[in-house]
């Protein structure tokens, strides 16, 4: 919404300043997006006459030119490069130090061909005011008086453009009216009353029928349409003034009476339309469109419309749409003879869909989908009239109205208290009142039981809390005083669930780990979806906004591996992401996870990447993030020696250098392992990776435990070692020698350590390999003799045979 | 010659050789010489036998002295030749104090700006009593839409604003999320006020630009009580980016706006001193007063309860605070990028440290 500051002083008695007029109208919830004034940017240009021309010394097309700024000042020298620049011309100067908003420079004292210019003469084009750049500005030769002038004062351009970004519950303010009606109430003015028209002198019937055609169900569509014809007029050009509005406001003007219903518009936020009341056949039908219907639009095009739109038709089809767009085929031209106008009121929830499906954003549909004062009908109407009346003259007949303006009157229930309760300001019942009253509200009753009626300009207006904020925001935001919010006694306490506390410490381990944190697309590419075991239809996006981001992730693995790959693109080959976030198993609230997801790409190992002369990294592989995972866990307070490990990791891991880490057949809590190589293949990831994923919410919940810790329960007696190797066959795991060596006295046996696998030599022939395993024996209240720890010894090697097969190594 | 002058000679001698001796090798040749069972010394007391009695007593203390002195200068010989060895091999070990070293992985791991910055806002809003609620991303149009108020004709809830899922068979459609407004609307409806809670996470958005993305990052808050004002909500605002940007002073706006879930509504602005620009406003954040109807939707009575709402772009106040330029780079996974602009995981905010220091 784009209006000049002049034409705001139209309605409102103001001598504010331009700027004190925006911040206040950006503080009362009229958001000011810009101020064009020209004085700010052209200033600095003044009005100047070429006293004398001559040849550059130096240069054949230019010109040396003595000019005059200021009456009785030293004339100024100039080089100029314009063909039209002579002795004795009127044009526009800019002093160094000007900038030319045409060609983006800032003046500056420099020789031009060995003479230095003190400044430039203007063309047009570097004022911005057209496109022409031939030559400078050639103004009437009587503007010699206005020497020394600023040129925007001389031409009348000085008006500042004001533009409004409106929210959607504001039809009122379409309006230059509705603005300064706000601003008069915010205290910025007066807002001057109505301008009285000249008695209309309604000379004869409106011959055009106007039928409403709809039924009972669709009636809100139109429900009222008033329309008049004016005969005998001269359709030329608007007056100067309105059309420098128009443009102002981004409008082209037509003709005076397309003008006339812009203007309106504008200034009353109330749309209109004319015909060529000679180009209507027969009646003017207002309707839902039949589907396959076509009219040409004044914007040239072809539009078919459909049943849920309000067309204006006349006996030969549809001429517009309702609120949105008028027809070609009766639009007034310069030859137009008889108008007829229509003002009516349409829906404006249909008036938008309307719009939307055709695309069409024109100044009717933005005024009607808003919704326009009903009220305002006939009053346009006439307003449009008096305009059009004294612009192309002719004669007006009686105004023909088919339906009903649909206005119910609205009244709200107030207690002035609540202005306080609700905004905590207090202000005074006289205030309240008149602000009220100064936007349209008349107030009936007691200010402890009042009751409010609603202007009928305001369709946004339902409720108490809705009159708070006309007056808290016309009082100004700033007079609410900030006020601590009431506190709990004492102490912060702790916020966060168990989950989230747990989501923040997942997050710093891995960092620890050498893991930078990424946040990826929750959307993905649907191959990707469903490689991962996703790719549901239920879980595609209808509308994505590209095939890159189509399909909600079943998993976090795809997005790293994505990023793995393009950092590679990028040079970066040793890389160690993770992300912490939510991934989708189905789309019901429940099915929707929280995991932590790590890779490990090329060499990007705990203990360092890359080469290095302490040694160089090996690629990543299955232990390094079996670390990561048990180091998590372990960091979240789960055990991870409490959960199985068992070989069924999903199909995007490598067969055989992979797990999953499970509590119970059903309760998975981490997989972890090495990237099959089909799915780095499949999305074109190069170099060896390793994963993980932990499935946060599949932790058990942590026991609650006492805060203080159990008694330390450390023997001073000397802890025994003894190192035993074994025979076994290929497939057995280590995990099941050190269990079962671990569970063959669980008193004594403090801890196991595999210290050595060894599968090479005559071993591999055999199918077997050696696994050497350290045993702690701590005993707990007497040095164990030297029998004990060989009985003790002597049971792990048999329970470790009976186990797994096992031999001692001899 | 005496005993005592032989005592004497065999001392001298000894003590000579002890100190002559020039290596650990020879020092102990001469021990062994002097005190081994046929050393010298050893020698003297295999005689104390054939002395007669009255001169035992004290040619054997005599012999015990020389030996004791025989022994400590032993020693102290043998401590200068070790330490002489010692010095010898250190000056062999001699490691390039220049080679570099790993930093190792503290020093390499990252914390993503906005899981840092969601991190210091939790922990101002704790101590203003806030709690953290969380809701799904995939939700249906009367939890994003229908209970905030947000009519069905609304242009937000036209495709070009919401990702949609495909239409069910009964016609129905769910959705991402375009706030987290519909967590808001889960706790009312699970948890009778006094309600203080933030609610963060990703939000969607079919926009694509320099400065939106189609997924990023909000939290808003809810405090529903039965007398809590636009001045409380004031003073949180005020409080919440004094904290945030970690300044005395914030310059704020407050914009009468419109929203259809909040009556009054405002916009915010912050001066832009805060990021250390002066001269310019910042719009950050919307707010404003639940909806009576949004109450209602939720079944609270907006006679008896009443409170505000109010949300912030995490990644745009991450972007402010931390100086980041550009909003896309926040999802590329850009490792330069993340290492550059990400966290340490030493960097925990707390109030008592300072949220950034």
């Known amino acids: ?810 | 010659m005496s005993t005592s002058d032989v005592l004497s000679e065999l001392e001298t001698s000894l003590l000579a050789e002890i100190a002559g001796a020039g290596d650990l090798a020879s020092l102990d040749a001469v021990r062994v010489s002097a005190l081994g069972k046929k050393g010298r010394v050893s020698e003297l007391m295999s005689k104390l036998g054939s002395l007669p009695p009255e001169e035992r007593k004290s040619f054997g203390q005599t012999v015990n002295t020389l030996k004791a002195k025989v022994s400590d200068a032993l020693d102290a010989r043998k401590a200068v030749l070790e330490m002489a060895a010692l010095d010898e091999r250190l000056k062999t070990e001699r490691a390039d104090v220049t080679l570099p070293v790993r930093l190792g992985p503290v020093a390499e791991g990252r914390i993503h700006p906005v899981s840092q910055v969601l991190d210091e806002v939790v922990e101002i809003f704790a101590d203003m009593g806030f709690s953290v609620a969380e809701g799904p991303d995939i939700e249906t149009d009367e939890m994003n839409f229908d209970k905030l108020n947000i009519p069905a004709e609304h242009p937000a809830r036209q495709d070009h604003d919401t990702f949609y899922f495909s239409p069910k068979a009964d016609g129905s459609r769910l959705l991402l999320r375009t706030h987290t407004s519909p967590v808001q609307i889960r706790t009312m409806v699970a948890q009778k006020p006094p309600i203080r809670i933030i609610a963060p996470g990703r939000v969607y958005r079919m926009d694509s630009d320099q400065t939106h993305t189609p997924m990023f990052h909000q939290v808003e808050g809810l405090v529903i009580d039965e007398s809590t004002h636009m001045g409380h909500l004031k003073w949180v605002l005020q409080e919440f980016c004094k904290a945030f940007f970690e300044v005395d002073e914030v310059k704020m706006r407050f914009r009468a706006s419109h929203f259809p879930f909040t009556e009054p509504s405002m916009e915010v602005d912050i001066g832009a001193e805060a990021i250390g620009k002066p001269g310019q406003w910042l719009e950050i954040l919307g707010c404003g007063m639940v909806h009576p109807n949004v109450l209602r939707n939720c079944g609270l009575d907006p006679e008896k309860y009443q409170g505000f709402a109010f949300g912030v772009g995490l990644d745009r106040l991450t972007m402010l605070k931390y100086g980041i330029p550009d909003l896309r780079s926040f999802f590329s996974g850009d490792l330069k990028w993340l290492s550059h602009y990400g966290f340490s995981m030493l960097d925990v905010p707390t109030l008592g440290g300072g949220l950034s220091t």
Not at chain 1, 682 to 694: G, N, Q, R, T, W
């Open chain 1, 1 to 810: 919404m784009k209006f000049t500051f002049s034409w705001l002083k139209d309605h409102l008695d103001t001598e504010k300043s331009v700027d004190e007029i925006a911040t206040t109208l950006s503080a009362i919830g009229l958001e000011v997006e810009g101020i064009e004034d020209p004085a700010k940017l052209l200033g600095a240009f003044k009005i100047a006459r070429i006293v004398e021309a001559k040849k550059h010394p130096n240069a054949d097309k230019l010109q040396v030119v003595q000019v005059e700024i200021a009456k009785g000042e030293p004339l100024m020298e100039v080089v100029c490069g314009a063909p039209n620049a002579r002795a004795g011309m009127v044009s526009v100067f800019a002093p160094l130090g000007t900038y030319i908003p045409g060609s983006k420079i800032t003046l500056e004292k420099k020789p031009v061909r060995g003479v230095v210019s003190n400044g430039m003469m203007c063309s047009a084009a570097e004022l911005e005011l057209s496109e022409e750049s031939d030559g400078i500005l050639d103004l009437p030769a009587e503007w010699a008086d206005n020497v020394g002038a600023r040129y925007i004062d001389v031409v009348g351009l000085n008006d500042p453009i004001i533009e409004v970004k409106l929210t959607p519950n504001r039809p009122d303010c379409t309006g230059v009216r509705g603005i300064a009606r706000d601003l008069a109430a915010a205290g910025m003015g007066k807002l001057k009353p109505e301008p009285k028209l000249a008695p209309l002198n309604e000379a004869f019937d409106c011959k055009i029928p106007v039928k409403l055609e709809f039924t009972p169900e669709t009636a809100d569509a139109c429900p009222v349409f008033a329309a008049r014809t004016i005969r005998n007029v001269a359709n030329g050009a608007s007056p100067d003034w309105m059309q420098s509005r128009l443009k102002a406001a981004g409008l082209r003007p037509i003709n005076a009476l397309v003008d006339v219903t812009n203007y309106i518009s504008l200034d009353r936020g109330r749309p209109l339309h004319v015909y060529d009341a000679h180009k209507i056949k027969g009646a003017l039908h207002a309707r839902l469109g039949k589907n396959g219907e076509k009219f040409l639009a004044l914007d040239g095009k072809e539009y078919t419309v459909d049943d849920t739109m309000c067309v204006i038709a006349d006996d030969s089809g549809p001429l517009g749409l309702g609120g949105v767009m008028g027809g070609e085929s009766t639009g007034c031209t310069p030859e137009t003879k008889a108008v007829l106008i229509e003002s009516a009121w349409f829906d404006p929830v249909r008036t938008a869909a309307t719009g939307r499906k055709t695309g069409l954003v024109t100044d009717a549909r933005y005024r009607f989908e808003r919704g326009v004062d009903p009220a305002s009908v006939r009053p346009g109407l006439d307003l449009a009239t008096d305009m059009i009346l004294k612009f192309c003259g002719g004669e007006a007949s009686k105004a023909k109205v088919a339906g009903k303006e649909p206005i119910e009157e609205r009244v709200v229930p107030f207690d002035f208290a609540r202005v306080e309760k609700l905004s905590g300001v207090k202000l005074t019942e006289t205030e309240i009142s008149n602000t009220l009253t100064a936007l349209g509200f008349t107030i009936s009753g007691k200010p402890n039981a009042a009751k409010v009626t609603v202007p009928t300009w305001r369709p946004d207006v339902h409720g108490p809390a809705d009159l708070v904020e006309e007056v808290v925001r016309i009082a100004g935001l700033d007079r609410i005083p900030a006020t601590p919010l009431p506190r709990q006694d004492g102490i912060a306490r702790a916020v966060l669930t168990e989950k989230q506390k747990r989501a923040r410490r997942a997050r710093r381990l891995l960092a620890a780990r050498g893991f930078v944190e990424a946040v990826t697309w929750s959307f993905i590419p649907k191959d990707q979806a469903t490689h991962f075991g996703g790719g549901s239809p239920a879980l595609d996006l209808g509308n994505p906004i590209s095939v890159e981001m189509s399909s909600m992730r079943p998993v976090l693995l795809p997005g790293l591996l994505t990023a793995v790959t393009r950092n590679r693109n990028r040079g970066l080959a040793d890389v160690a992401l993770f992300e912490l976030g939510q991934a989708y198993r189905g789309e019901q609230p429940e099915d929707q996870y929280t995991s932590a997801a790590g890779v490990r790409a090329g060499t990007a190992r705990l203990s360092g990447a890359n080469r290095h002369w302490d040694g160089n990294a090996n690629p990543v592989g299955i232990f390094d993030v079996k670390a990561d995972v048990f180091a998590a866990l372990s960091a979240l307070g789960f055990d991870p020696s409490k959960a199985q490990i068992t070989r069924d990791a999903p199909a995007w891991y490598h067969p055989g250098r992979s797990a999953a880490l499970k509590l119970g057949p059903k309760t998975v809590l981490a997989y972890f392992g090495e990237i099959h190589p089909a799915t780095l293949k499949a999305l074109d990831v190069e170099a060896p990776v390793s994963a993980f994923e932990i499935f946060l919410d599949a932790l058990p919940p942590e026991k609650k435990k006492s805060r203080a810790k159990p008694a330390l329960a450390a023997s001073d007696l000397l802890s025994v070692t003894r190192d035993l190797a074994f025979i076994v066959p290929k497939d057995v795991a280590a995990g099941d020698v050190v269990k079962a060596a671990a569970n063959a006295d669980k008193t004594l046996i403090r801890a196991v350590n595999v210290f050595d696998v060894f599968e090479g030599g005559s071993l591999a022939a055999e199918g077997k390999k050696s696994i050497a395993i350290e045993i702690t024996i701590q005993p707990a209240t007497e040095t164990l003799t030297d029998q004990a720890i060989e009985t003790i010894t002597k049971k792990i090697v048999t329970d470790v045979k009976k186990a797994t097969g096992g031999e001692l190594r001899s």
